[in-house]
Nanobody, 121 residues
Framework: QVRLVEAGGGLVQPGGSLRLSCAASGSILSINTMAWYRQAPGKQRELVATISSDSRTNYANSVKGRFTISRDNAKNTVALQMSSLKPEDTGVYYC???????????????WGQGTQVTVSS
């Protein structure tokens, strides 16, 4: 009923920039908090950034000042602008939406398929 599709991953050199995007599609009435997580090889998935329905943001300490999360409520999208990338930013990045209201019910803990980000020279 609802799909989350990420885009924008790739290979970038240290110090470079990438912009990730995630679009939610379906019969969506409203979206609550949107977030980006990442999972490095051999590590647990970790929270990178969140943005509430009224655009309040929070960031992991490791990305503060380098990453910016934003959303477009009209388009049901969330983006992650990443700059000054480091090798330790490498991983699969996942879009998450904690609650999506559709006509018949609320969908909880919604995930995209992930997009690979590799920071390497």
């Amino acid at each position: 009923q609802v799909r989350l599709v990420e885009a924008g991953g790739g290979l970038v050199q240290p110090g470079g920039s990438l912009r990730l995007s995630c679009a939610a599609s379906g019969s969506i009435l409203s979206i609550n908090t949107m977030a980006w997580y990442r999972q490095a090889p051999g590590k647990q998935r970790e929270l990178v950034a969140t943005i509430s329905s009224d655009s309040r943001t929070n960031y992991a300490n490791s990305v503060k000042g380098r990453f910016t999360i934003s959303r477009d409520n009209a388009k049901n999208t969330v983006a992650l602008q990443m700059s000054s990338l480091k090798p330790e930013d490498t991983g699969v990045y996942y879009c998450n939406i904690d609650r999506i209201r559709i006509i018949s019910r609320i969908l909880y803990d919604n995930w995209g398929q992930g997009t690979q980000v590799t920071v390497s020279s």
